[in-house]
């Protein structure tokens, strides 16, 4: 039987994805139910791909419930394999727009105080020296103000793609 990192790099393998900068590939895993390791999949299979793919691989964590894959990551194992998360970053000076138009994922609760819609909900946090981001989300905000909706808009996704290569 093969351990799941074996067949994480059998699934990225297969699939194939655009592995040069300059292309963006979206991959999305889904469950039936609660508890049934999606985000696990999920998660091996962005530190899988962020091994092979020449540019960044951002693993989104859209499970508001739970564990995040964010504290994920911060486990003695997955620090062992990748390093410390980093604390929020912009990848480079030239690209604040973009950067904090990628905040933007979560469209805040209409009833959230102007006060805290000074911040966005979701930072980007790289793991270590790798090519890997996750996302982190602001679940003290969302307790206290109530549950945001994603943001749906194509434009939002396509500017996704020019930053990073692979979106899990």
Same mark, same amino acid.
């Given at each position: 039987?093969?351990?799941?990192?074996?067949?994480?790099? /059998?699934?990225?393998?297969?699939? #194939?994805?655009?592995?040069?900068?300059?292309?963006?590939?979206?991959?999305?895993?889904?469950?039936?139910? /609660?508890? *049934?390791?999606?985000? %696990? @999949?999920?998660?091996?299979? !962005?530190?899988? !791909?962020?091994?092979?793919?020449?540019?960044?691989?951002?693993?989104? *964590?859209? #499970?508001?419930?739970?564990?995040?894959?964010?504290?994920?990551?911060?486990?003695?194992?997955?620090?062992?394999?990748?390093?410390?998360?980093?604390?929020?970053? /912009?990848?480079?000076?030239?690209?604040?727009?973009?950067?904090?138009?990628?905040?933007?994922?979560? $469209?805040?609760?209409?009833? %959230?105080?102007?006060?805290?819609? $000074?911040?966005?909900?979701?930072?980007?946090?790289?793991?270590? *020296?790798? /090519?890997?981001? @996750? %996302?982190? @989300?602001?679940?003290?905000?969302?307790?206290?103000?109530?549950?945001?909706?994603? #943001?749906?808009?194509?434009?939002?996704?396509?500017?996704?793609?020019?930053?990073?290569?692979?979106?899990?």
């Amino acid at each position: 039987m093969l351990s799941l990192t074996e067949e994480m790099t /059998r699934l990225y393998f297969v699939l #194939n994805p655009p592995a040069e900068e300059g292309s963006c590939v979206s991959i999305q895993f889904i469950g039936t139910s /609660r508890n *049934d390791g999606v985000s %696990t @999949v999920a998660r091996e299979f !962005a530190m899988t !791909a962020s091994r092979n793919i020449e540019g960044n691989v951002l693993l989104v *964590d859209l #499970n508001l419930e739970g564990q995040t894959q964010y504290d994920q990551f911060k486990t003695d194992e997955a620090i062992s394999r990748f390093g410390q998360p980093s604390d929020p970053i /912009r990848l480079n000076s030239g690209m604040e727009k973009v950067w904090d138009a990628l905040s933007m994922m979560w $469209v805040q609760n209409p009833l %959230t105080p102007i006060t805290e819609l $000074v911040e966005p909900l979701t930072t980007f946090q790289r793991l270590g *020296d790798s /090519r890997l981001y @996750v %996302t982190k @989300v602001d679940t003290d905000r969302i307790e206290r103000n109530g549950p945001p909706r994603i #943001n749906s808009t194509s434009e939002y996704w396509k500017s996704l793609c020019q930053v990073f290569q692979l979106i899990v």
